[in-house]
Structures are given as C-alpha cells and as structure tokens.
C-alpha cells in the first residue's frame, strides 16, 4: 500500500560542513583556473572557520531539519518551480514520446481508440493510487517515498504573482478535460458507482466529440504557455468573469488534459517536439493547457506523447505511470457495456472579451518565437550498448556521461558544469540531489582521448577512473550527502544576514552552477524518446535511456545560437560513443561480448 512505508522514512540527512567544504572544492577543480582555485580554497577556509559563516549556517539549517519532516522540499518546489517566472513549456515541462504503439494499425478512428485505450489504463493507475494499493517501489531492500505519486494526476500550477500556486484534487477529481482543434471539453470518466470506464465506453464516449465546435473561441490555452507574471495578469482577468471561473476551476480539478491533435506526426522529432511545446500555432501549442500536471497526446495517426509539468513530481514516478499504460497496451476494445448511460464531452462556456481576445493573438507570437527558438532532435544508438559497457567493466550510466564529456571537449575544448538528476526519493517528501559529473578524473580523460602522447590503455585507464569517480558521487548524491542542495540551504539562510558570504559570489559558486549540460537517464521499460529543454542560453539538455541491450535512445535540446546546435551534438555524442567502443576494443582485445 502507498502508505505503509512512509512514517518510517529517515529524514534528509544534512552531512558535516567540513565534509561538503572537501568535496565542493574537490567538484570545481576542473572549471576553474588554477589562480581562481587558490582563491577559492581561501574562501571555503573563510567560511567553515570556527564561529565563522559556514558554521552559523550549518545550525540554522540542523534546526530546520528538526522542525520539518523534509528540510528542502518546500524550499525546493518554491525556489525550482514555483517562483519560477519563465514559460512553462521548454523551460519547466518534460516530455516522453512512444511514436506509434505496437499494435497499433491504420484502423478506423485510430486516434480515438489509441486515446480510449491508454486513458482507460491511465484511469486503472489513478486507483492504485486512490485507494493505496501501488506496490511501493524499491531501491534495492529500501523502500521509497511514495508522496508524488498523489500529484501526479488531478493537479495544476495556478498562475499567481510572485509564485505559483500548486493544487492537487486526488482522489475527488473524476473528469477529464478532452483539448481538441483549440477548445475544451470536460467528460467524465466514472460512474455513479464510481467505477472508472474501460476503454470501451472512453472510445463510445469520444465518439460523441462535435466534429466543429458550435462556438469557436480564441484558442485560450496559448495563454498557458506564457511567461508567469503575464499569464497571471490575463488569468486574473479571465477569472473575474463567473463563466470564465467555472470553466477554469473545471480544467484545474481534472485528471489530466487529453489532447487530440489535428495532424499526423511523421518523425520522433516531430513526435517528441509536439510533447514538448506543441510545435506552434500552425500546428498544436493551443491545444495544450500547460498549467496541468498530466497531459497525454494523440496525433491523428496515433502517435503518442505527453506533456508533463515538472512541479508536482520527478521522473521516476512518471515512468512508472508511462510503463504502467504502454507495457501492457491492449489492442482489444471491447463492445461496452453501457452505451446508453455513457454522456458524450461537453464544451467549456466562455465569455472572452476584446482584452483577452487581444491578450491569446499577443501569448500565441510569443509562443511561435519560443518555438522557432528551441532546437530539437531525437537519435538512436545502435552501435553497441548496455552488454558491452558491462564487459569493459564500466557502469553504462558512467559509460554514456563519459561519452557526453568527450562530445562537449571536442566541440568547444573546455569543461563545464553537468548536471545530472538523481533520486533521494529514500528519503521521506525526497525529490532529487545533483550529480557534478564533470569530474577532475572526467576532464583528465577526455583530455587523453585526442592526445597523441596517450596510449589505449592510457585512455581506457582513465576512463574507468572517470567512471569509479561518477559512480562514487551518484552513490553520495541518492544517498542525500552531495554539494548542491545543501549548499542552496546554506544560500536561502543566507538571506537572513547582513551580507552576502563570499562562497556564494566566488567565480567558482557562480562557474559550477551554470549547467551548460543538463542530463537526465530514465530507465523506462517501453520504446520511448525523453526530452527537455536547455537551462541556459549556451547549453544542452540530454535525456536518454540505455536500459535495452541492443541500442541507445537519447535526444538533445539547446537554443539555437551560432556556437550550438542539437544535431550537430547528438552527432559528437554518437561519435564519441564510437570513440571510446574503438579504444577499449584496443586496449582489451580480448574482452568478449
């Protein structure tokens, strides 16, 4: 049951100062400089003085984790999301795209039925949850923090000023809102009884979907996709018209939004572009409502993605969901039982006046810049993959960290700060710590990989000290006792002094935390492309997933700038995944798969 492991969760530990000071200055050395190190060294020595800062801090931050059942959740939801004033979608939303299902055929109404089908799994989820029978996941013998999964579905991020507000409706919502060619429709999804539909009735329901709307609004949902403060100032106006604030307050205590697109997606770029942001107003960025926690998205074809803000929960959980409605996709419906009972989906009213009207054109050009802005492209691995990283004794999440390292060397010949996500869902409220993978021993060994002076077994040395090196520090991050997240306590604390510690506005505080590589591994089970987008202007965002024995899935975001470009580093990366298969094939050629 969801509830059984949760009131013996430990708390987040908080590690000893002198401790995070070591491994801090330890995680920097490659970013900077060696004069800029010294003075680095000399700030961290200021700052975990006796009765200095540091240690000030440290107490204050020991009497939070005293008071509160998780120090950093609320901070972290706050600070990460919340307060947050940037779009939501390629800024804050994720996105999984599974193309076309297995079993899926050029069938009559193949988008209604794909949607019925997964919808009606989606819906067998949301009472597992509901009704605390979701086995607890496991890591290991140790049991996990089960909390997201009550906000996963039945949630919206409301725009407020200064920060948002997040509300979950669990277990009481029991509709869903359908988006179709840019309006809104709200259909139950129970019955009186209080039993979920199958598939079957979901398909006979969507049957019902008007082929034109009888009244055609401006395309509201645009306004969603704008930044925080602007769409705050429009909602408020939206919602002081008593129609409008029961259409909204209909949309915010769904499940989630179904979204039927109006085209067919041709591509995995396409596939996962329309999950990110929806590919713009000539295509379906209005027929989205970002502030939902859970949108899924069926193309006419019945290709398949969803649209997910990231506030309310981490990956792990959204792949469980994901794995739950795709591993076990039936290509059955059924005849329904009970056809009669079973209401079609009824148009949201709106009353939208000249203000809003000019408001939506003024969200949907932003909109199209944003997405004329980003670059996108999905890859797939084929070369070689898990086995052979295994037999080479390197872990296969080091493995393709390394191989993103090497990519980011021989484009711009320089180390820089990656981030890559991991789970303290051990914890009780547990989100995520930050994994520093660019390492002293990172830097050394991609350094080696074009050196003349190095030979193979040099190289496929270094490598496996890079690897030992990122996996000693995953293992320090899930287990709660990384750099990052402490040292943001150390900061929020901070706040409340007369000055500034110096630790924070040191060129190595400000050089490690800007994530020129954002990275996440997902390890979900079925066929799947997992994006974002880039957190700064010159960076990346890669996602990937190398579960499967026999290929690689990634994708790779980034703006388009003149010094990146998605394609061309998705093609360094399969490339230098290439270079490292050749060395250690060198230098251990006896290795057999």
Known sequence: LV??????????????????????????????????????????????????????????????????PNWLSDWWLQLAYLSYRKPLPVYSTVSSTFGRLAGTVAEEAVQIRTASRLLARLLQFKELVDHDKLPIDMMGDVPLCMEQYKRMLGTVRLPRAGADELVSYGAAAKHVIIAHEGQFLTLP??????????????????????????????????????????????YQQLHANPTNAASLQTIASAICVLCLDAHALQSWDENAASGLHGRGSLFNSGNRWFDKSYQLVVATNGCVSNTIEHSPADGSPYVTLTDYMVAEYDTRIEPPARVAALPGPTPLAWDISPEIARAVEESTARMDKLVAAIDLRTFEFTHHAKPFMKTHKVSPDAYFQMAIQLARWRQHRDCVATYESAMTRQFAKGRTETIRVCSREAAAFVKAMDDPHFTPSDRARLLRAAARAHNDYTRQAVAGIAVDRQLMGYRILAAALPAVPSIFTDVAYTRSSHWALSTSQLPIKVPTMMCFGPVVENGYGVCYSINKDYYISYTVSCWHTATTSARVFGKAIADALLSMHAMLETANPSAKL
Request: with cysteine; glycine share 4%.
């Open 3 to 68: 509830k059984m492991a949760q009131p013996d969760l430990p708390k987040l530990p908080i590690r000893p100062l002198e401790d995070l000071c070591r491994d801090y200055i330890r995680s920097v050395e490659p970013l900077v400089t060696k004069e800029e190190l010294e003075k680095t060294k000399r700030v961290v020595e200021e700052f975990m003085a006796p009765n200095g800062v540091g240690h000030q801090l440290h107490a204050m931050l020991l009497e939070r984790q005293r008071s509160v």
């Open 189 to 234: 999804v129970y019955h009186a009884s209080g039993e979920p539909l199958n598939a079957a009735e979901i398909f006979m329901a969507l049957k019902k979907l008007p082929k034109a709307p009888a009244h055609r609004y401006p395309k509201l949902g645009f306004l969603t996709s704008d930044d925080r403060d602007t769409w705050t100032t429009v």
